[in-house]
């Protein structure tokens, strides 16, 4: 009796055996599915790496987009606050002369008695009323920049304001200014008449785009502003009390914030 107990135990065990092995050998994963596995699981990472990339890209382009147009958008704003507080006086055209001039070489020059927060007032000091010139020139890396220069109105321009002007805005396509001319009732690109100032001026301001799009274009980033002025230029009578600023019909006497500066001037 107690053979025959232990022997059933015996092929019982064996049996679980048998049927371990058999279980382990069906439920075992063979190499090509190990592969398989191995490819879908770099597939997945590779799509997920590509999407975190793009996402990547996709937010560098969006802060430059936006650092180009918030810095294109001052560039404008430094103009129209400069061209808000413009000044010029018949009687010494020599210092207040309104220049325009587009084209390949863009510029634009006059005066004006910036404000408290204009950029560099440090280092002019107590001379708010300069002579600002804004142009569109190359860089050491043929980078067309659009610079500010300013100098006081009786002074020459110094050494470190020539060399090293204000950047205003960087890989700049296109820069125009145009004046609204009252005869034509017309927008005008030149401005001949440098002993006066137009009651309108329109600037636009154009950057080359950080990057081509899909069809391999460049898009640009353009601004437009129409900037009324506030004043007109000072006659002569009114700057120095005579007709034609003369003295018994000798040299006229000029005259800038209301100080006169003698005969001939100063050249």
């Known amino acids: 009796m107690k053979f025959q107990i232990s022997n059933f135990k015996f092929r019982n065990s064996k049996d679980s055996a048998l049927e371990i092995r058999r279980s382990k050998f069906v439920s075992a994963f063979t190499l090509i599915e190990i592969m398989v596995a191995i490819v879908i699981f770099a597939l997945i990472i590779a799509a997920v790496y590509s999407t975190w990339v793009l996402i990547l890209r996709s937010s560098q382009v969006g802060l430059s ?3 180009r147009a918030q810095r294109q958008r001052i560039a404008v704003r430094t103009i129209e606050d ?3 507080c413009i000044q010029s006086a018949q009687a010494s ?3 207040y002369s309104f220049i325009v001039q587009n084209g390949d070489q863009p510029e634009f020059s006059f005066v004006s008695r910036v404000p408290d927060i204009f950029p560099r007032n440090g280092k002019f000091g107590d001379f708010n009323l300069r002579r600002l010139t804004f142009a569109v020139e190359p860089d050491a890396n ?3 920049n659009l610079v500010l220069r300013q100098n006081p109105v009786l002074m020459d321009m110094d050494q470190d304001e020539q060399a090293a002007p204000l950047i205003l805005a960087r890989d700049v396509k296109d820069f125009v200014t145009e004046c609204w001319d009252t005869n034509t009732m017309a927008w005008d690109k030149e ?3 440098t002993n006066s100032i137009p009651p309108l001026v329109r600037v636009t301001l154009t950057l080359n785009g950080p990057g081509s ?3 391999g274009n460049n898009p ?5 502003r129409e900037i009324a002025m506030p004043s007109e230029t000072l006659p002569s009578i009114e700057q120095n009390g005579r007709p034609g600023g003369a003295i018994n019909g000798n040299n006229p006497i000029n005259s800038i914030n209301g100080i006169n500066i003698g005969g001939r001037g100063i050249k």
């Not at 640009?220 to 437009?224: E, P, R």
């Open 65 to 67: 987009v936006a650092a």
């Open 82 to 84: 400069s061209l808000t």
């Open 93 to 95: 055209m020599q210092y």
């Open 142 to 144: 043929s980078v067309r």
């Open 191 to 193: 401005w001949d008449d």
């Open 213 to 215: 799009d899909a069809y």
């Open 220 to 224: 640009a980033l353009s601004i437009q």
